[in-house]
């Protein structure tokens, strides 16, 4: 199998190191493209094997699977130069949430997948949201559910619950470092404990706390509990917490759905024909 990664941005690059360190892909097997070609060029350098590509249309001419990750906005753009080499037997996999499966069938005659990644895949860990295109068969979505499951743990979702998803797999790890680093910096400030302890102990109790609750018995609401008595320091703080925090993360979410919305906006004007003048190099 052939991969073409078009894009190696922060998320591009993030899954194609996670997929070679996990030995899902071994660089012979991966071509690269990208605007910025000195990021493909360093990837390369650290996995000998791996192709970088002179331009969109090389990377996809004998890829398999091809992964688009870029911005909406280049979108349009990238699909025009790899148009040519499409096929029905390959694979596109948008990694980009506001782009609609539906308008990428009627662009390219190609399979098609959405599936969006998490900074935590990096470390094989967090969820895939997974979303199949109707002209994916059971094969296809059976291999793109092999080759994630090296680094995350799939879920399959409806295209329709795609934001409030990505809030919570993709988005989440910076909604909690915030919320740590607001905890550490209290700690520092209030106490005067030094700094790098209590960075120290506030990560090893995150990591900790993940692995509890991957645990069948233990749900965040069993772990408050397994940690708070009735009347006790941690139930007070607790409370204090709950008020401090009412409906904060029903704004946040409303906040991310109404960007959201304004994003599927542009993108689907963005992916409207437009007029080429001639052939294009990298995204």
Same mark, same amino acid.
Request: with cysteine; charged share 25%; net charge neutral.
């Given at each position: 199998?052939?991969?073409?990664?078009?894009?190696?941005?922060?998320?591009?690059?993030?899954l194609?190191?996670?997929?070679?360190?996990?030995?899902?892909?071994?660089?012979e097997?991966?071509t690269?493209?990208?605007?910025?070609?000195?990021?493909?060029?360093?990837l390369?350098?650290?996995?000998?094997?791996?192709?970088?590509?002179?331009?969109?249309?090389?990377?996809?001419?004998?890829a398999?699977?091809?992964?688009?990750?870029?911005?909406?906005?280049?979108?349009?753009?990238?699909?025009?130069?790899?148009?040519?080499?499409?096929?029905?037997?390959?694979?596109i996999? *948008? #990694?980009?949430? &506001?782009?609609? +499966?539906?308008?990428?069938?009627?662009? !390219?005659p /190609?399979?098609?997948?959405?599936?969006? %990644?998490s900074?935590?895949?990096?470390?094989?860990?967090?969820?895939?949201?997974?979303?199949?295109g109707?002209?994916?068969?059971?094969d296809?979505r059976?291999?793109?559910?092999?080759?994630?499951s *090296? #680094?995350?743990? &799939?879920?399959? +979702?409806?295209?329709?619950?795609?934001? !409030?998803? /990505?809030?919570?797999?993709?988005?989440? %790890?910076?909604?909690?470092?915030?919320?740590?680093?607001?905890?550490?910096?209290?700690?520092?400030?209030?106490?005067?404990?030094?700094?790098?302890?209590?960075?120290?102990?506030?990560?090893?109790?995150?990591?900790?706390?993940a692995?509890?609750?991957?645990?069948?018995?233990?749900?965040?609401?069993?772990?408050?509990?397994?940690?708070?008595?009735?009347?006790?320091i941690?139930?007070?703080?607790?409370?204090?917490?709950?008020?401090?925090?009412k409906?904060?993360?029903?704004?946040?979410?409303q906040?991310?759905?109404?960007?959201?919305?304004?994003?599927?906006?542009?993108?689907?004007?963005?992916?409207?024909?437009?007029?080429?003048?001639g052939?294009?190099?990298?995204p």
């Amino acid at each position: 199998m052939k991969v073409c990664f078009i894009g190696t941005g922060s998320m591009g690059s993030l899954l194609t190191e996670a997929f070679l360190k996990a030995g899902a892909l071994s660089p012979e097997q991966v071509t690269l493209a990208s605007r910025t070609r000195s990021k493909a060029e360093a990837l390369a350098a650290r996995y000998p094997g791996l192709a970088v590509a002179d331009d969109n249309l090389s990377a996809a001419s004998d890829a398999n699977l091809i992964f688009l990750c870029v911005k909406p906005s280049d979108f349009r753009a990238v699909l025009d130069d790899i148009l040519p080499v499409l096929t029905k037997d390959r694979i596109i996999v *948008s #990694i980009t949430s &506001p782009i609609r +499966i539906e308008t990428l069938e009627k662009i !390219v005659p /190609s399979k098609v997948a959405k599936i969006i %990644p998490s900074v935590v895949n990096s470390v094989g860990c967090g969820a895939t949201l997974f979303m199949f295109g109707a002209r994916l068969n059971d094969d296809d979505r059976a291999l793109l559910r092999q080759l994630f499951s *090296s #680094i995350s743990r &799939p879920v399959e +979702i409806d295209e329709e619950k795609v934001r !409030v998803a /990505s809030d919570l797999s993709s988005v989440g %790890p910076a909604f909690f470092a915030f919320l740590l680093e607001r905890f550490i910096e209290a700690a520092v400030a209030e106490t005067g404990i030094n700094r790098e302890t209590a960075t120290t102990l506030a990560c090893e109790m995150l990591l900790g706390t993940a692995r509890m609750l991957q645990e069948p018995d233990c749900s965040p609401a069993d772990l408050q509990r397994r940690v708070s008595v009735p009347g006790g320091i941690t139930a007070a703080a607790l409370a204090e917490l709950d008020r401090a925090t009412k409906n904060a993360f029903s704004r946040v979410l409303q906040t991310t759905h109404a960007k959201f919305k304004e994003d599927l906006e542009k993108a689907e004007l963005s992916l409207r024909p437009q007029k080429r003048r001639g052939p294009r190099g990298n995204p």
